[in-house]
């Protein structure tokens, strides 16, 4: 995958002057370039707005905030919860609305781009593998948890990685082989604790899904199959609607195909949670 830098780089002998200058800028600082408007970038590369915006349809984007992004993507992974925050645009106002609706904006951008192919294929790889392990930490933790929950109820080979201690996950992983696979969860910025499972999981022959952002995530070498899913930077909180809704449809997908065994299996789990009265009762019983 060619990223922005590289492509203005390669187009470089053919921009004009103010194209040129707009472009050595970006080289040289585009951790800033990244988070300018196109008129605060003109100004600073002493062109005007329209021809930033020109430039960025000359590098193949749609318009500028295409290229914005890919700059974005480019430098999401390194910055700190600092630079996070004071990259984000969390002026006062209405942020219950700009918030949510970035939210609304990361699931449908994801069904949009979404490898349909690729998706079938983890399906496939799930439902044959010997042993489902899932991992992910930090925030990501909670996405692991949430997919290892629902699968285990769908099938009895499901293994969360636990990462409550240095060493634990990888104590966890000891007996992974080449029939099994290791379902990776990572966004930005990538844990090596989740980059360590994959290489020693491929190290052991099993299959790596990777689930994580973009081409450029550090899984992609490890990845039998990656599938992309949006996860924006709401400052220092990392939006995780996208990759829910994604496990949502992914879990509904293994499901599809046990559904005989998934009927049997919830039948006697309604007979379990009545016995032991789990669930409180609704006015109707």
């Not at 492509?7 to 970006?26: H, L, N, P, V």
């Not at 990462?163 to 992974?176: L, P, R, T």
């Not at 099993?206 to 550090?218: E, L, R, W």
Request: proline share 2%; hydrophobic share 45%.
């Amino acid at each position: 995958m060619s990223s922005v830098l590289q492509t203005i780089r390669q187009q470089m002998d053919g921009f004009s002057k103010g194209q040129k200058r707009i472009a050595e800028y970006i080289l040289s600082d585009y951790d800033k370039a990244a988070f300018m408007t196109a008129a605060k970038l003109g100004k600073t590369a002493q062109v005007s707005e329209s021809t930033v915006v020109r430039f960025a349809s000359e590098l193949g984007y749609s318009g500028y905030p295409a290229m914005q992004k890919a700059l974005q993507e480019l430098i999401r992974g390194r910055l700190t919860s600092v630079q996070r925050i004071r990259a984000s645009e969390m002026e006062e106002g209405d942020l219950l609305s700009r918030a949510m609706h970035r939210d609304v904006e990361t699931i449908n951008t994801t069904i949009e781009s979404i490898d349909r192919a690729a998706f079938a294929n983890v399906v496939e790889k799930l439902l044959a593998a010997e042993h489902v392990y899932i991992v992910g930490v930090r925030s990501s933790a909670f996405l692991a948890g949430y997919l290892n929950f629902y699968l285990r109820l769908l099938m009895d080979n499901v293994i969360l990685v636990q990462h409550s201690a240095a060493g634990e996950i990888y104590e966890q992983m000891v007996h992974i082989g080449p029939k099994d696979v290791l379902i990776a969860i990572s966004f930005p910025r990538y844990s090596n604790m989740v980059i360590h499972a994959v290489d020693m999981a491929c190290e052991r022959g099993a299959d790596v899904i990777a689930i994580t952002d973009n081409g450029m995530s550090p899984l992609m070498p490890y990845a039998a199959e990656a599938l992309f899913v949006q996860c924006e930077a709401l400052s220092y909180v990392d939006s995780l609607a996208a990759p829910l809704s994604f496990l949502n449809a992914l879990v509904l997908a293994v499901g599809y195909r046990k559904r005989q065994e998934v009927d049997e299996t919830f039948s006697q789990l309604e007979q379990v949670w009545s016995k032991y009265d789990i669930f409180g009762k609704s006015e109707d019983e």
